[in-house]
C-alpha cells in the first residue's frame, strides 16, 4: 500500500476489507482468495497490489484492524464510580465481541491454521494499544484502593490469558449452556481479583453491577 493513499484509495481499501472480514467470518481464511474478493469487490486482482501491497499485506491489515475494532469497543464501555464493575464489564465486551467474530477472532492471534502473516497481539501497535484499554481499567482499581499496588500491565496480562483461554473454549461449545459459562468466566474473574488484593463480598457485589450493566448494553445494541 502507498505510504500516502488518496482518499479514494483509501475508501477502496475499507470496502476490500469489509469484503474480506465477512468472507472470512462465512467461511475461513481459506476463502480470502485475491480472485474471488476482487471479484465481489467488482475489481481485477490488481487491486489488492494496489491497495495493500499484496495477500500478506492485505491479511496484516485484517488483523490490525480487528485488533483496532476489537479495543474500540471493549473502551465504548461506560465508566461508572465502581471500578471493578467497569473492568469486568470491559472484559465481558472483549468476550463478547470475540465471540461474535470467531474466525477473525482466531487470525488475529494466529490460530487459524492459515498464517500468512505473524499474528500476535505483540507485533501489531493496534493490538498493544488494545492491551492499553486494559491496563488504563486497572490503573483505576488499583487507584481506587481494591487492590493491592501491582505492575499493571503484569495483572493485565494475567486477565487477557485467562480470558483468551476462555473465549477460544467458547467458540469451540465447550460449556454449551450460557448461564454455566457466565458462571465460568465470573468466577475466573471474581478469583483474580481476590487474588490481587480485593475483598470477596466488594469483588462479588462488582460482578453482580458488571452483569447487570452487560446484560442492559446488549438490549441496548
Given at each position: 500500500?502507498p505510504?500516502?493513499?488518496?482518499?479514494?484509495?483509501?475508501?477502496?481499501r475499507?470496502?476490500?476489507?469489509?469484503v474480506?472480514?465477512?468472507?472470512?467470518?462465512?467461511?475461513?481464511?481459506?476463502?480470502?482468495?485475491?480472485?474471488?474478493?476482487?471479484?465481489?469487490?467488482?475489481?481485477?486482482t490488481?487491486?489488492?497490489?494496489?491497495?495493500?501491497?499484496?495477500?500478506?499485506?492485505m491479511?496484516?491489515?485484517?488483523?490490525?484492524?480487528?485488533?483496532?475494532?476489537?479495543?474500540?469497543?471493549?473502551?465504548?464501555?461506560?465508566e461508572t464510580d465502581?471500578?471493578?464493575?467497569?473492568?469486568?464489564?470491559?472484559?465481558?465486551?472483549?468476550?463478547?465481541?470475540?465471540?461474535?467474530?470467531?474466525?477473525?477472532?482466531?487470525?488475529m492471534?494466529?490460530?487459524?491454521?492459515?498464517?500468512?502473516?505473524?499474528?500476535?497481539?505483540?507485533?501489531?501497535?493496534?493490538?498493544?494499544?488494545?492491551?492499553?484499554?486494559?491496563?488504563?481499567?486497572?490503573?483505576?482499581?488499583?487507584?481506587?484502593?481494591?487492590?493491592?499496588?501491582?505492575?499493571?500491565?503484569?495483572?493485565?496480562?494475567?486477565?487477557?490469558?485467562?480470558?483468551?483461554?476462555?473465549?477460544?473454549?467458547?467458540?469451540v461449545?465447550?460449556?454449551?449452556?450460557?448461564?454455566?459459562?457466565?458462571?465460568?468466566?465470573?468466577?475466573?474473574g471474581?478469583?483474580?481479583?481476590?487474588?490481587?488484593?480485593?475483598?470477596?463480598k466488594?469483588?462479588?457485589?462488582?460482578?453482580?453491577?458488571?452483569?447487570?450493566?452487560?446484560?442492559?448494553?446488549?438490549?441496548?445494541?
Amino acid at each position: 500500500m502507498p505510504p500516502s493513499p488518496t482518499p479514494a484509495q483509501a475508501q477502496q481499501r475499507a470496502r476490500l476489507l469489509e469484503v474480506a472480514r465477512r468472507r472470512l467470518e462465512d467461511a475461513g481464511p481459506d476463502a480470502l482468495q485475491a480472485r474471488s474478493l476482487t471479484a465481489e469487490f467488482g475489481a481485477s486482482t490488481q487491486a489488492v497490489y494496489t491497495l495493500f501491497g499484496g495477500m500478506p499485506a492485505m491479511f496484516a491489515a485484517l488483523v490490525a484492524d480487528g485488533f483496532a475494532r476489537l479495543a474500540e469497543h471493549v473502551d465504548a464501555v461506560p465508566e461508572t464510580d465502581d471500578p471493578v464493575a467497569d473492568f469486568f464489564t470491559k472484559g465481558a465486551a472483549y468476550c463478547d465481541w470475540a465471540l461474535a467474530h470467531p474466525q477473525l477472532y482466531r487470525l488475529m492471534f494466529g490460530l487459524s491454521g492459515h498464517r500468512p502473516v505473524r499474528a500476535s497481539l505483540a507485533h501489531f501497535p493496534e493490538g498493544r494499544a488494545g492491551l492499553e484499554v486494559m491496563v488504563r481499567a486497572l490503573d483505576r482499581v488499583q487507584q481506587a484502593g481494591r487492590i493491592r499496588p501491582a505492575d499493571s500491565l503484569l495483572a493485565a496480562g494475567q486477565f487477557l490469558s485467562a480470558t483468551h483461554g476462555y473465549v477460544l473454549l467458547e467458540i469451540v461449545g465447550m460449556f454449551g449452556d450460557q448461564d454455566l459459562s457466565r458462571q465460568v468466566i465470573g468466577s475466573l474473574g471474581i478469583n483474580l481479583m481476590i487474588g490481587l488484593g480485593d475483598r470477596p463480598k466488594a469483588a462479588m457485589r462488582s460482578l453482580g453491577s458488571a452483569a447487570a450493566a452487560r446484560d442492559a448494553l446488549s438490549a441496548s445494541a
